[in-house]
């Protein structure tokens, strides 16, 4: 696919966060996050709460507040520059005009005081230099393109008027305004009823099919990772232990972490069986295990594991060093292979 | 038509309390001790007099009577004629309402002014110089008694530095420094809530949105999250005009001002029953249009108010 | 056909506020149910946010007593009893909440939350601390952590508490609300685990709702489907993946790919198109999903579509579905009134 960086639409190398605590050690939230997107790639980007998913989007988007967050170490490639070494001014340019973001509880994350039509043609405005005529049209394109029926109504209401899948068709309208040419979309369904997390999964598929957005899909839940990503990256505790194509991380797992993980999931078809459980609990950012930070919870674990970190390795067959080959199975874990004590 | 709906439900209720709060008043005054009548005739009045007196006010027919004789006259306006100088009551409070009025807007004018300002700077600039000189002030002003204010003000600007009058009404100069008297208290107050109303919402989940989308932060502060807390300043400010109309009591009797709070005053002390009922009657009155058209400007300002 | 749990032709009716709408009859929340659960079973309740789930499971226990129809427990009619039988009967029906934070005071110390119920009882002092031992090591919380307050403690393990402290009423019946949505996706299998064990252990018998239906279909013996307050479809869960009938149930499945694959392609894919989403409230006449569904048309908006029994104890309430079977069967269950 081409040397390392060339034509990546987005390239994460070795990114560290951490908090400054207000008592004691500060919170390591990402500890060397590496993340790969070519264009037009939806990429699934699977944790718990407490992983680290979302300090990554914040910090991708640029929004981490400064202090108390620090950027350790890292870049963040995006299109070959580098957005970690951009001026607060520049930085401010790129977001929602290349880079755009779709949150999760759209009832939150509207304006209440302002029409929907409103916050649409404001970035239009804004980044793209559009007239209010002109702003105007588009947006009611936009809203055709969302899905968003009668678009001149929808475009004239309050956020409270509209129903909650409505506003979140209302705010990915908004995000996409500006075409970008990433997209991170933050558990974008979870708030929504089920009927309606296929429809906005659909919508996502249809917007990089029709204008080749990259998307970074966020979320907890496997199972609908599963429905929309092309690859996907597990985080464990501020690290991506798995990163690999769809079927390849749900077909062979490699790391214990997601392995273990796919297993606890209730699914209709495991009727009858028992889920195997992850002992113990996600760790706290402040208190890191050494070495590997899934070990204590680790079937495979050895002494190694508690003190040497394990590096990010390939595990496809007739693979080239290309950090962004869609077929790339990288593993963060000393025991590739080995077989589990069960 | 929702608004409509909305507006006359706000004005059904302005009605009922105005009605409910003269009807308290009636009934109160007549409980505190002291009886026109004395006061007209004076110390030395027969009993004849005194009688003559009663039965030419009405005072000695039963409470009830007198209530609907007198609620009856108050549908037609008539707050009938001041016991003590015998002149309607109605022109009474008007000649003196212009007064108050412009003192209360200036007051209010300041308030604003000072407030507003400073409050959505100590906000969006947290634990800056701007934010310790709101707090500081704000803390001034809500210690410090406005009578005590003015008196200063007077002191420093009407006896050593001869910049105001110091007494009288009639030209603007004799308004400003029972205005700033009036509106720094005022102010502190409105400060704070100005702030308060500022950091609250900055911290919600819309402003990230804001941000997100890559609008410049001004315009995330001072169009996103101002028009949302604009609404709770509003109705402070509001209620406060509608205070500050009521009469501001104490700073007409330290400036020596014919305001409507003085008369008032005036009117408890001689037990003018008409004139203190038709005063409260006014106050509410003016007091619960404040609120309507606060109602009116919040559901303007908020949108999601009009259908309730 | 009588189960542990007997309910026949509930409605539960919320008022709003204001005088108006006590005249134009307020929202049918819960709409002439009827199943029964049989003891020791899962029933798994489905539907979106609106449905009626969980005014369903309060009215159930009687904790928003029913507008109308009969609740009965082990063969007793609930509706009839005095508050004192009433209160003996609720001892044997538990419920468990969705949000642990709320659930559990944060001024009580967890050993006073578990044995709350048990002093009520006024069971002595001793017998108590021994029966919160037992409760905690059967939830997996160390008894030594008894004494601490539930801040201390994750949102998995107060999840665990709750659970504690309803089973210290010796339950036979547990009603399971949402009771791992608000955990991490670890954490849920490990609860999920702690309730299929001590449903075993304890003879329980489960009614549990969710949002989540991979997690309803792997627990539940017989699923029921509800649509605005309506039970529109419950059948065996084997049944009813390998052949949902119900629009709205195929809507539902195929939203959510892998739960049922007995769903017919088209079905699903027609089923789960883009359509306009009703307004809540009040009823239309006919069928309450004709608004939303693709089958649709004038036959549907005369009656409502009345529960029936399409065979092997599927009921459906749809008339292009149970025309046939109406001949075959004959079997439509009466719903009582409104």
């Known amino acids: 696919m081409g040397t390392q960086g060339n034509g990546a639409l987005l390239d994460v190398r070795g990114l560290a966060v951490s908090f400054d605590g207000r008592s004691g050690a500060p919170a390591r939230a990402l500890r060397g996050v590496d993340l790969g997107m070519a264009p037009g790639e939806i990429r699934g980007l699977v944790g718990e709460s407490g992983s680290g998913k979302t300090v990554t989007s914040t910090c991708l988007m640029g929004l981490l507040p400064s202090p108390p967050a620090r950027i350790d170490a890292g870049e963040i490639l995006f299109k070959g520059r580098d957005l970690l070494g951009l001026s607060a001014e520049e930085r401010r340019r790129v977001r929602g005009r290349e880079i755009a973001m779709v949150f999760q509880e759209p009832s939150r994350y509207l304006n209440p005081a302002f029409k929907i039509g409103t916050q649409i043609t404001e970035m239009l405005g804004l980044h793209l230099g559009m007239g209010k005529a002109e702003a105007r049209a588009k947006a009611e394109e936009l809203a055709g393109l969302v899905g968003l029926g009668g678009g001149r109504r929808v475009l004239a209401s309050y956020p409270h008027e509209l129903s909650g899948g409505m506003k979140q068709r209302a705010m990915i309208a908004m995000a996409i305004s500006c075409n970008p040419s990433l997209l991170i979309a933050d558990e974008p369904t979870t708030a929504l009823d089920v009927t309606l997390q296929l429809q906005i999964l659909r919508l996502i598929l249809r917007l990089r099919e029709g204008l080749g957005m990259g998307i970074l899909f966020i979320s907890h839940d496997l199972r609908l990772v599963r429905i929309v990503a092309d690859t996907v990256s597990v985080i464990y505790a501020g690290r991506i232990v798995e990163s690999a194509p769809r079927e390849a991380l749900f077909g062979s797992p490699l790391h214990p972490y997601t392995r273990l993980l796919l297993q606890s999931i209730p699914l209709a078809n495991k009727r009858g069986s028992r889920l195997r459980a992850i002992p113990g609990r996600v760790p706290d950012a402040q208190a890191v295990p050494a070495g590997c930070a899934f070990h204590p919870r680790c079937p495979l674990a050895e002494e190694r594991c508690s003190s040497e970190m394990p590096e990010s390795t390939e595990h496809a067959a007739g693979h080239a060093a290309d950090r962004h080959a869609a077929d790339r199975h990288a593993v963060a874990c000393h025991f590739v292979g080995k077989t589990w004590p069960d | ?308 | 056909m009588a189960g542990l749990i007997d309910i026949r032709g509930l409605s539960k009716r919320h008022y709003q506020r204001g005088l108006l709408s006590r005249a134009n009859g307020g929202v049918l929340a819960v709409d002439r149910v009827s199943f029964s659960i049989e003891k020791g079973s899962v029933f798994g309740l489905v539907g979106e946010s609106g449905c009626g789930k969980t005014t369903l499971a309060r009215a159930l226990l009687f904790l928003d007593p029913p507008t109308s129809g009969e609740v009965s427990f082990d063969g007793t009619l609930l509706g009839g009893l005095s508050r004192g039988e009433l209160r003996a009967r609720r001892r044997r029906m538990q419920i468990v909440f969705q949000d642990p934070n709320s659930a559990l005071d944060p001024k009580m110390r967890v050993r006073a939350s578990v044995e709350e119920g048990l002093r009520n009882l006024r069971v002595p002092a001793v017998e108590r601390a021994r029966r919160v031992r037992e409760l905690l090591e059967l939830v997996g919380i160390p008894p030594e952590h008894a004494a601490r307050y539930p801040h201390e403690f994750s949102g998995g393990q107060k999840q665990r508490i709750v659970v504690a402290r309803a089973l210290s009423m010796d339950p036979e019946f547990l009603v399971l609300d949402e009771p791992v949505s608000n955990l991490d996706v670890s954490i849920q299998a490990q609860i999920i685990n702690l309730l299929l064990e001590i449903k075993e252990r304890l003879a329980l018998t489960y009614l549990f709702i969710s949002h989540d239906l991979h997690l309803v279909a792997f627990l539940s013996d017989t699923i029921g489907v509800m649509y605005r307050g309506r039970l529109v479809e419950m059948a065996p869960t084997a049944e009813i993946m390998a052949r949902p009938a119900h629009p709205y149930t195929l809507k539902l499945f195929a939203s959510v790919p892998g739960v049922a694959e007995g769903a017919g392609k088209e079905e699903a894919a027609a089923a789960a198109g883009e359509t306009g989403e009703p307004r809540p409230g009040h009823a239309p006449r006919g069928c309450p999903y004709f608004a939303g569904c693709p089958r649709g048309d004038a036959a549907c908006t005369r009656d409502e579509p009345p529960l029936v029994d399409i065979g092997g104890g599927h009921m459906v309430s749809c008339i292009k579905e149970t025309s046939s079977a109406v001949a075959d069967f004959a079997q439509p269950i009466e719903g009582g009134k409104r």
């Open chain 2, 1 to 308: 038509m929702r608004f409509l709906r909305f507006a006359l439900k706000r004005l059904g209720r302005l009605l009922l309390t105005v009605l409910l709060i003269s009807t308290i008043i009636f009934f109160v005054i007549r409980v505190i001790p002291g009886d026109p009548a004395l006061v007209i005739a004076g110390v030395d009045a027969s009993q004849e007099d005194i009688a003559a007196i009663r039965a030419k006010l009405g005072t000695d027919k039963p409470l009830v009577v007198q209530y609907g004789t007198w609620l009856a006259a108050v549908a037609r306006f008539d707050f009938g004629k001041s016991l003590s100088t015998g002149q309607p009551v109605v022109r009474m409070i008007f000649e003196r309402f212009p007064l108050t009025l412009a003192l209360a807007l200036l007051g209010l004018a300041i308030s604003v002014a000072l407030a507003i300002p400073l409050g959505i700077i100590s906000a969006v600039r947290r634990w800056s110089a701007w934010d310790y000189l709101g707090m500081v002030f704000s803390q001034v002003g809500m210690a410090v008694p406005s009578f005590w204010l003015g008196i200063l003000l007077l002191l420093l600007f009407a006896v050593k530095i001869r910049v105001f009058p110091l007494f009288g009404s009639g030209s603007f100069r004799h308004l400003v420094l029972p205005a700033v008297s009036l509106g720094f208290a005022r102010a502190a107050v409105l400060l704070r809530l100005t702030r308060a109303s500022m950091v609250e919402e900055m911290s919600r989940e819309y402003i990230v949105t804001a941000r997100a989308k890559g609008l410049p932060e001004r315009m995330v502060k001072y169009r996103h999250a101002l028009k949302n807390a604009m609404l709770p300043i509003v109705t402070m400010a509001g209620i406060q005009l509608g205070y500050m109309l009521g009469g501001a009591v104490i700073i007409e009797q330290v400036f020596s001002l014919p305001g409507l709070g003085r008369l008032f005053l005036t009117g408890v002390y001689q037990r003018d029953f008409p004139l203190v009922q038709g005063g409260i009657i006014f106050i509410a009155l003016v007091f619960s249009l404040i609120n309507f058209l606060v109602d009116i400007l919040y559901s303007a300002l908020n949108p999601k108010i009009r259908i309730g």
